[in-house]
């Protein structure tokens, strides 16, 4: 009768015990909201974006004590099929077990919109790119918004740094902008005061696009410039007017140097000899992700073929993980709080061959990896590679 009895306890306790951890996911995971790209989960980027998430669930749940004693869930959002706005009608529900939302969209609109729909939320929103989408108001960042892309103005100080680098303070350097743009003059005057900074002597050009043959007299300026000793144009005119720009060097064959502080793209390609700064343009090739390919598939036969989608995706998880791992472990409610002040201050997450340290005064990266690169037989070459240092947004200089 003993034994019945003493296996009737055993019995019920193993149902309690059932009971108890079959209740206890939903408490003990944290899900994190994943925002695709605009192409979907099933093109390129989604899939690797995908995989590389997989495989970041897969450490958690395999390790000891997961992240701050819990399990995370990336939960992969999809928009509806009829939307023709999927950044509008992407549902974004966020409860109690939502510890972030990753947004991999990688299109300015449509992370706008994101920030639009969750700034001032107590839930983080990590981009994975942000270079064209501002995040700060008036002067300080978002207390909840978070980019792994330095602001687009970054290029002001890669060129100033590149003309450090290789011409001595007498070279001639010319910016061409015009005052009727914002962006354009302001990162005009950026470059400037960093030139200047430098030792050099810049000479502004201000430019009228709506003057017919404006870019054409300009050309004819510059290259009069102090004498015939060839220089520098550094350009904040946009598309059309650095390719006009061009195109008058190219006719009066002239051997000054075009330097476009724009995004490089294929639109380019036939302007040879014209020279850019880009962080992301060469992150394929160059960036240190064939690394992460073959981690991937050697630990888990994992495969991905966009690389630095991958990567992106590996970096936020690391933000938010390392941001979790500052709190004291284990962490029973996560303090939303605390986690954004967290977040602010991560260092050392891995991005390919760089080591990114969060600066907490831009919710960005403190320094990045910037690619000079000039056209030659219609691609992009590397001619450089600079550290640049993230800069503090202010709307005029």
């Known amino acids: 009768m003993r034994k019945i009895f003493a296996l009737l306890v055993i019995f019920l306790c193993a149902i309690n015990v059932n009971q108890a951890f079959c209740a206890q996911p939903h408490d003990w995971v944290w899900n994190v909201l994943i925002i695709p790209p605009s ?183 510059i290259e009069s410039f102090e004498g015939e000793q060839a220089g520098i144009v550094i350009s904040f005119m946009g598309g059309m007017g650095a390719r006009e720009i061009w195109r008058n060097f190219m006719r009066i064959r002239t051997s000054w140097k075009l330097w476009n502080c724009a995004e490089p793209d294929r639109t380019y390609l036939s302007c040879r000899g014209m020279i850019f700064a880009d962080q992301n343009i060469l992150l394929a090739s160059k960036g240190g992700f064939i690394e992460t390919k073959r981690l991937l598939w050697r630990t888990r036969a994992m495969a991905i073929n966009d690389t630095p989608a991958a990567g992106r995706a590996i970096a936020l998880y690391e933000w938010l993980k390392r941001a979790i791992d500052m709190m004291p472990q284990p962490v029973d409610n996560l303090p939303r709080s605390q986690l954004l002040r967290n977040l602010a201050n991560v260092r050392g997450i891995p991005f390919g061959n760089q080591v990114l340290n969060i600066a907490p005064n831009l919710h960005r990266p403190e320094a990045r990896d910037v690619y000079i690169v000039e056209v030659r037989n219609r691609e992009y070459s590397e001619v450089d590679l600079v550290r640049v240092n993230g800069l503090v947004y202010v709307p005029a200089y």
């Open 39 to 221: 192409s979907g989960w099933e093109a390129e980027p989604g899939k690797s974006i995908s995989t590389a998430l997989a495989w970041c669930e897969r450490e958690i749940s395999e390790s000891s004590s997961g992240i701050g004693g819990h399990d995370i869930k990336f939960v992969r959002l999809t928009a509806p099929a009829s939307t023709d706005n999927y950044a509008r009608d992407i549902e974004i529900n966020i409860d109690e077990h939502t510890a972030a939302v990753m947004s991999f969209a990688l299109e300015p609109d449509a992370d706008r919109m994101f920030l639009a729909r969750l700034a001032g939320r107590n839930v983080p929103l990590l981009i994975a790119g942000g270079e064209n989408v501002l995040i700060d108001r008036a002067g300080r960042p978002i207390a909840n918004i978070f980019a792994l892309d330095l602001y687009r103005d970054y290029r002001c100080p890669a060129f100033a740094e590149y003309a450090r680098t290789i011409y001595d303070k007498q070279k001639r350097i010319a910016l061409a902008a015009s005052r009727f743009t914002v962006n354009q003059e302001r990162e005009a005057k950026i470059c400037y005061a960093m030139l200047d900074n430098f030792g050099f002597m810049p000479m502004p050009y201000w430019a009228d696009a709506s003057v017919r043959d404006t870019y054409y007299m300009m050309s004819e300026e």
